[in-house]
Nanobody
Framework: QVQLVESGGGLVQAGGSLRLSCTAS????????MAWYRRPPGKPRDLVAV???????NYADSRKGRFTISRDNAKNTVYLQMNSLESEDTAVYYC???????????????WGQGTQVTVSS
């Protein structure tokens, strides 16, 4: 069974920084795209950033320049460095990944349980 476990969330003042981590564990043959999503209070979940195995990245427009997604393929881990945080960044942040559990298997999409980020103004 595959698990994605996020860490690094918490309470931070506006203008501060946080670094989120998400590690995939379990039966894993390969990992393709990894991404971060977030769900602000009372709003639907939306994309924050995505990164391919090769390191190509894409960001939601409002996060460009403030957030940086990266990954360590050897550790099956994806990171989200968040700088210049604003109160509007308050949300539950979720890790997402497309994973092949075993050789010859199909990609399956997995979600983490989420980590709360609260930005105080």
């Amino acid at each position: 069974q595959v698990q994605l476990v996020e860490s690094g969330g918490g309470l931070v003042q506006a203008g501060g920084s946080l670094r989120l981590s998400c590690t995939a564990s379990g039966t894993i043959f390969s990992i393709d795209t990894m991404a971060w999503y977030r769900r602000p209070p009372g709003k639907p979940r939306d994309l924050v950033a995505v990164i391919t195995t090769a390191g190509s990245t894409n960001y939601a427009d409002s996060r460009k320049g403030r957030f940086t997604i990266s990954r360590d393929n050897a550790k099956n881990t994806v990171y989200l460095q968040m700088n210049s945080l604003e109160s509007e960044d308050t949300a539950v942040y979720y890790c997402n990944a497309d994973i092949v559990p075993y050789y010859g298997g199909n990609y399956t999409n997995f979600w983490g349980q989420g980590t709360q980020v609260t930005v105080s103004s």
